[in-house]
């Protein structure tokens, strides 16, 4: 799917796990003859919660030494440099192996330590970070707070495509080889959890200078302080990575990590079933990669989020009575069948409710849930909306979607029910450098389109970039109002005030509905001989193998 590159606290109420076995309910999409695949005695229950298992940082669940592991990815990434852009780089998935942050996020959501070993905030704009001491680069030479300065500085640079999470940054300094001080313009909430994110990776000064054209490539490579040390890269097959043995944390029990890509996932799924690999991290279509696999999928839902948007500012789209048509003719439980097992709860707000519970009290935040408008399943009210508005019979039109299988089974499964009410959408799909190009081309020409967040970090700001001047508002939705709010939920100190502003925030979008929210996304791994513990909405903010273990 179309996404922005994890883990959200939730109570185990909120926070729900689907396993799936090999066939079970599983539709096999792309292999033929797959649908007796299931092994014998495969578990086909449905369950609540999953392994949380606290350790030291740097520490891994695993008690016993794993010789080799091999991790499978599809598709293929073509450089390990984090600032290389969204389409193509390693970053996001593959950057915790090699390349780490200064914080980590816990399974609640909750901030401990990484390359910093303990950090404040001196006032609404100032940030001290507290290096580890005695930390090697795999070279053998010291980690010190330059490193950290001069990474941070080019990981927020326009060049990485991210440069919104340090939006509020004034400056960066080193106070001295141990400490880093990071001063805001502004107050800005999110900002202490952006040392914790994979935007935020951590790599040598001096190699990085010493390559400036090559750093990430397979001659190349990177250079970093991580528990795995990379020795070769090829965008056609893969990685190879070797344990670090002077790891600040003690070696790590994996000695030998292989990442292998694959053209589709179908074929990950048949190298997995062959036993050629031993996790899928990043699976798109549960349904059908357990059933074409014959392994066991587990499914997490997260606070990242999925829309339908429709750009308020074209014709017939800026008609608020279309919009209101299509939220109501949206039945967005039928279309989560359409995600194969990717998402399993559907979502009635712009931002996900366990993002308000991070605000302070989450009795609060569940009351002002309450008061959002619904906009519910509705076929006569669809047609009646539809009937007052400047197109009363229908119209015809196009939906954007990325090219692969999961967005264009939604975009197909939507546009198949608003034709319903006589909307007429052809289905226009695109590779992912094409489709972020339309979107975020002249505003006057963007489409309708289904998008979803791929991740997001514990602060309510998370859906910010949907809005006001944020990077992925492809709604085109400015209402004078909005950029304010956006400022206050940012910049307040006082949760209640907090809560406010993004109470107000999706008030707006429930009555202007420039965006139809659909999923609660979810997370998924496949693995038959390890389980994932910690598993959830924050897994690539941590070196994430350290939370692999024997079944």
Request: contains cysteine; aromatic residues 10%; proline residues 7%.
């Amino acid at each position: 799917m179309s996404r922005i590159p994890d883990l959200r606290a939730r109570s185990p109420r909120a926070r729900r796990t689907r396993v799936i076995a090999a066939g079970a309910a599983a539709v096999c999409l792309v292999v033929a003859g797959c649908a007796n695949n299931q092994p014998p005695g495969a578990d086909r229950k449905t369950t609540d919660g999953g392994s949380v298992v606290s350790v030291e940082p740097g520490k891994s669940v695993a008690t016993s030494p794993i010789p080799k592991l091999t991790v499978g990815f599809s598709p293929a990434y073509t450089s390990l440099d984090p600032t290389a852009g969204k389409a193509g780089s390693g970053y996001y998935y593959m950057g915790q192996l090699s390349l780490e942050t200064l914080l980590q996020l816990t399974p609640d959501g909750k901030l401990q330590p990484g390359l910093a070993t303990s950090w404040k905030q001196n006032s609404p704009t100032e940030y001290v970070y507290n290096l580890r001491q005695g930390v090697k680069f795999w070279d053998g030479k010291d980690f010190t707070a330059d490193d950290v300065v001069f990474s941070l500085t080019r990981d927020g640079g326009e060049s990485f495509g991210k440069s919104g999470f340090y939006g509020s940054v004034d400056k960066i300094e080193a106070r001295d080889p141990h400490t880093v001080v990071v001063t805001l313009k502004k107050p800005d909430t999110s900002w202490k959890y952006t040392p914790a994110l994979p935007y935020a990776q951590i790599y040598q000064k001096a190699f990085t200078e010493a390559h400036k054209d090559s750093f990430g490539t397979p001659g190349t490579l990177v250079m970093g302080t991580g528990p795995w040390k990379v020795t070769s890269f090829d965008p056609n097959k893969g990685a190879e990575y070797t344990a670090n043995p002077t790891y600040w944390g003690g070696e790590p029990p994996i000695k030998q990590l292989n990442v292998n890509f694959y053209q589709t996932e179908t074929s990950l799924a048949l190298a997995m079933r062959a036993g050629q690999v031993d996790v899928a991290p990043a699976v798109s279509a549960p349904d059908s990669f357990a059933s074409s696999s014959g392994v066991q999928v587990t499914t997490r839902s997260t606070c990242g989020t999925s829309l339908f948007s429709m750009p308020t500012q074209t014709a017939p789209w800026n008609d608020i009575h279309v919009r209101l048509a299509v939220a109501a003719a949206l039945d967005k439980k039928e279309l989560l069948k359409a995600t194969a097992g990717a998402d399993v709860d559907t979502l009635d707000t712009l931002i996900a409710p366990s993002l308000l519970h991070n605000i302070g009290d989450p009795a609060a935040a569940d009351a002002a849930l309450a008061k959002i408008e619904k906009h519910p399943y509705d076929l006569a009210k669809a047609k009646e909306e539809l009937a007052k508005s400047s197109k009363p019979t229908g119209f015809s039109g196009t939906l954007t979607s990325t090219n692969d299988q999961g967005s264009l089974r939604i975009s197909q499964a939507i546009a198949a029910q608003l034709k319903k009410i006589g909307i007429n959408l052809e289905i226009v799909p695109l590779s992912t450098t094409a489709y972020y190009e339309v979107l975020l081309g002249p505003a006057d020409k963007r489409p309708p389109t289904y998008i979803t967040t791929g991740g997001c970090s514990p602060d309510a700001s998370w859906d910010n970039f949907f809005l006001g001047d944020g990077g992925l508002n492809v709604a085109n939705y400015h209402p004078a109002e909005m950029d304010q709010l956006l400022v206050d939920g940012k910049a307040a100190t006082d949760p209640v005030k907090q809560l406010q502003a993004y109470t107000r925030i999706l008030e707006m979008v429930a009555t202007d509905v420039p965006y139809v929210p659909l999923f609660h996304e979810g997370a998924t791994y496949a693995s038959k001989n390890y389980e994932w513990v910690n598993f959830g909405d924050y897994w690539t903010s941590t070196s994430w193998p350290m939370n692999f273990k024997p079944r």
